[in-house]
């Protein structure tokens, strides 16, 4: 559907590239980075309002590296909808169409389509200075699609929205993808990211450091910077020679002194018996994978010392055990209070040990 392939861009100091990346058709492929990381530059080249300074873009396998804005068949939703305050729904809707040419019995079925798939039939004959956030956000979405685009390009789209407009415009655009529409959004949201992706790609610093599924990628971080990125709040610095087997088993002790069991992680050949060097190393674990208990001999003990509603019925737990480990409880399943003793547990395959510096390619 869409390839890039080398491009490089340098602007204001900054530089983009080489980057490589290809979108599949019905793919809903999310550029996951913090501000300043270029991804909306990345995105702004493959709409055509910045051109790289080497490299290629091509879609459905027509090279669009030089061709017009209007001629590359991919529509394009930014930050802030950018509506014409002067016309009705149903006319920004038909904007593009219109200036297309577009047959005038065509056009009518067009806007009707496009609005109901969107949500915004009922909207088609008022002004739009009287709409709401997430009805201003449907008809520029509407808009975008009435092109018919190949596809199309969404730049942060729910910056600045409350939760449950954030999460009804995020189920809009599953329905649409899941319907056959192709998607390049940008964000540097990750629970964003998570909620509608099927292929996110991490930029930092201009290049792209990982890509895979939301599993792969939240599973299994390149790098403390990705493993921040994608929620993972639990860090525990290794010390030197700090892993030691025993009973089978491999146990790796923080620089707080606490011993870990790290399943998988076995001794190289070579190694003094029972230690092996990790220093400069991590242990990370996602707050999904903890689990506090106010019963349970097997995990280590605890005491809450914090907790912070998520606003969608979920619950974050911080528990000090020696270090601070973070949990994220569902609906119900808090029970606690500042001060009370747990045990905190987690399963054996959760515990990741990451490298500080960056071990993603490139």
């Known amino acids: 559907m869409l390839q890039v392939k080398g491009l490089r861009k340098r602007l204001d100091g900054f530089v983009l590239g080489e980057l490589d990346l290809k979108v599949e058709p019905g793919d809903y492929f999310v550029l996951l980075g913090p501000s300043g990381s270029g991804k909306t530059l990345l995105l702004e080249m493959v709409a055509g309002f910045q051109h790289p300074d080497a490299g290629r873009i091509t879609l459905e396998g027509r090279d669009i590296t030089a061709v017009r804005i209007q001629d590359r068949q991919v529509g394009y939703l930014c930050q802030g909808d950018t509506l014409f305050p002067h ?195 991590l242990l990370t674990l996602r707050p999904r994978d903890v689990h506090p208990d106010p019963e349970g001999d097997k995990g280590y003990p605890g005491m809450v010392t914090d907790l912070v509603p998520q606003g969608d019925g979920t619950w974050e737990v911080t528990v000090d055990m020696g270090i601070l480990v973070v949990a994220l409880l569902g609906p119900g399943e808090c029970h606690w209070k500042p001060g009370d003793r747990v045990y905190v547990s987690w399963p054996g395959k959760a515990v990741k040990v990451l490298a500080r510096k960056s071990a993603c390619p490139g």
């Open 87 to 281: 016309l009705s729904v149903r006319e920004n809707i038909a904007y593009g169409l219109k200036r297309r040419r577009t047959p005038t019995e065509f056009l009518k079925d067009r806007v009707e389509e496009v609005a109901r798939n969107t949500g915004a039939f009922h909207l088609l004959d008022r002004k739009v200075d009287g709409l709401s956030g997430g009805e201003r956000q449907r008809v520029a979405l509407a808009r975008a699609l009435a092109m018919d685009p190949a596809c199309l390009l969404l730049d942060e789209p729910l910056t600045g929205m409350d939760a449950l407009l954030r999460q009804d415009i995020l189920m809009l655009l599953r329905r649409l993808n899941r319907s056959g529409r192709t998607f390049l959004h940008v964000t540097h949201d990750h629970h964003e990211a998570l909620a509608v992706a099927t292929r996110v790609a991490i930029m930092e610093h201009g290049r792209i450091v990982q890509q895979g599924t939301p599993q792969e990628v939240v599973n299994n971080p390149c790098s403390l910077f990705a493993a921040h990125l994608v929620g993972i709040k639990n860090f525990f610095p290794l010390s030197r020679n700090i892993v030691q087997g025993r009973d089978g088993k491999v146990h790796v002790a923080t620089k707080s002194g606490l011993r870990l069991v790290v399943p998988g992680l076995a001794l190289p050949r070579g190694a003094s018996p029972g230690f092996l060097m990790l220093d400069g190393r």
